[in-house]
C-alpha cells in the first residue's frame, strides 16, 4: 500500500495551498483517509479525516473554518484545501488512513509527507 502526499510548498501568511494524496493498489474508497502533520521540535497531530462510507469529515479544532478534506474515489485521490494559512500551519503533512475518537489517530497506513511552509 502507498499513500503519496502532493502539493507542498511555500507560501505567504494567509494564502491557500491544496495537498492531494493519490493511493496506488488501494481500495481507497473503503477506508478514512486523512492527513497528519509534524512540525519542528513538535508531536505528530492528526489534522483532518474523511470517512469511508457517509464520507463525514472531521478536523482539528485549530483548522476548522480553514481547511476542507474531500475525495474522490473514481480517480482514488484525496485533497485538503487550506486557506487562511498561518505560520503555525508550517509543517511536513502525510496521508495517513485515519479514525476519528477524541482525536483523529493514525489506524495503519502512513505514506511518505510533503512539506508545508507559511512564511513571509
Known amino acids: 500500500v502507498q499513500l503519496q502526499a502532493s502539493g507542498g510548498g511555500l507560501v505567504q501568511p494567509g494564502g491557500s495551498l491544496r495537498l492531494s494524496c493519490a493511493a496506488s493498489?488501494?481500495?481507497?474508497?473503503?477506508?478514512?483517509i486523512g492527513w497528519f502533520r509534524q512540525a519542528p521540535g513538535k508531536e505528530r497531530e492528526g489534522v483532518s479525516c474523511i470517512l469511508g462510507s457517509a464520507g463525514s469529515t472531521h478536523y482539528k479544532d485549530s483548522v476548522k473554518g480553514r481547511f476542507t478534506i474531500s475525495r474522490d474515489n473514481r480517480r482514488k485521490t484525496v485533497h485538503l484545501q487550506m486557506n487562511n494559512l498561518k505560520p503555525e500551519d508550517t509543517a511536513v503533512y502525510y496521508c495517513v488512513t485515519c479514525g476519528v475518537g477524541d482525536t483523529i489517530y493514525n489506524t495503519r497506513y502512513w505514506g511518505k509527507g510533503t512539506q508545508v511552509t507559511v512564511s513571509s
Open positions: 493498489d488501494f481500495a481507497l474508497s473503503y477506508y478514512a
